[in-house]
């Protein structure tokens, strides 16, 4: 499901672009032979100061872009942008049966009550989705009509064409079922941790796929530990992409991360409970952790959830045809899933 399809065509070589607060992160797909093969990969690095202005940021993201392409041996030109935060939202919905012609109507109905953002000024899209009922149901997925051309002027600025915007959540469960079939009674979860909080994404065979943006600033961890410990920002962001201080201390002893690791558990646990509860299960069997900050939070999840917890690089399972990329696929490859299931949208 896209946000916005803008053109047609198949089995295209395609681009998925992820944009986070700290890197950007492009992966390039072909078919062959009936797979996916990576045939360009890279992930650049985004450190942007407190005084940089929103022009100055996007500058900064262009060239970034520009060396992703050039790094990864990016040679499409067609691009799915991921999107996820507050200016996006992602929901389920259930009706009634209706004729075709209602369909619409009542999702823009549903949309405007369920979205935290005036749907006039977005963009909204849907996927029905049949399960053996008559019911109407299936998920819409919404996004403010700024964050939409933010992400075109950004493709342009690139020279990409953006050909489709979809959520990252959905991205993420693109890719994990593509490689992953779990037991079909079982409840499969996917969480991405990055600097601008986590997006959780839950999946159970016969039912809507549940997605959920936690928005809280992970970014100001590096922030609090750097008062914490009485080190600079660079280290403290050092401290969190490496999980090795200069001064050799362990990060899990700093107080902001402990506060952290212990919101996210009880925001996973809730969110799997409500969603297990719309369904024929108690709660999620596996639970998948991605992301540019999985190695902070990965141990504690997998020591106080209920679950089995995988720290989850999507490319243990992709093929790739150059030697050149298995470092970075390797390296940063859980930082890249969503934009490996962007890449293997088919549109």
């Known amino acids: 499901m896209g946000l916005r399809n803008l053109f047609n065509g198949k089995d295209k070589e395609l681009v998925g672009l992820d944009i986070s607060s700290g890197h950007v992160s492009m992966v390039q797909v072909c078919r062959k032979r009936g797979d996916y093969v990576v045939t360009g990969a890279a992930s650049v690095g985004l450190d942007f100061d407190t005084e940089d202005c929103s022009n100055t940021k996007e500058i900064k993201l262009a060239k970034a872009m520009q060396r992703c392409r050039q790094e990864g041996k990016i040679t499409a030109r067609n691009a799915i942008f991921g999107v996820s935060g507050p200016d ?30 005036d749907i006039s000024d977005a963009v909204v899209d849907y996927q029905l989705l049949d399960n053996g009922d008559k019911k109407t149901r299936g998920v819409l997925v919404a996004a403010t009509n700024e964050l939409i051309e933010r992400k075109r002027r950004l493709a342009a600025e690139a020279a ?8 990252d959540g959905l991205a993420l469960l693109n890719c994990l079922s593509h490689y992953h079939k779990p037991d079909p009674e079982s409840l499969i979860a996917v969480v991405e941790v990055g600097e601008y909080g986590a997006v959780i994404a839950n999946l159970f065979k016969g039912c809507e796929p549940f997605v959920r943006d936690l928005n809280y600033p992970f970014k100001s961890l590096a922030e609090q530990i750097s008062k914490e410990r009485d080190i600079s920002m660079d280290q403290a962001r050092q401290l969190l992409r490496s999980n090795d201080c200069c001064d050799g201390t362990d990060l899990y002893s700093c107080a902001a991360v402990t506060e952290a690791v212990n919101k996210l558990v009880d925001d996973i646990s809730s969110t799997i409970k409500y969603h297990a509860s719309q369904t024929s299960v108690k709660s999620a069997k596996e639970i998948f952790i991605c992301g540019e900050l999985s190695h902070v939070f990965y141990k504690p999840l997998a020591a106080n959830l209920e679950a089995d917890v995988e720290l989850w690089n999507p490319f243990n399972s992709i093929a790739h045809d150059d030697t050149e990329f298995e470092s970075i696929l390797k390296n940063k490859g859980s930082a890249m899933a969503v934009a490996a299931g962007l890449s293997m949208r088919r549109i």
């Open 88 to 117: 996006v939202a992602v929901r389920r919905f259930e009706f009634p049966p209706l004729p075709a012609e209602e369909v619409e109507s009542a999702i823009m109905l549903e949309a405007s009550q369920v979205c935290p953002f």
């Open 160 to 167: 990409f064409n953006c050909v489709m915007i979809d959520a």
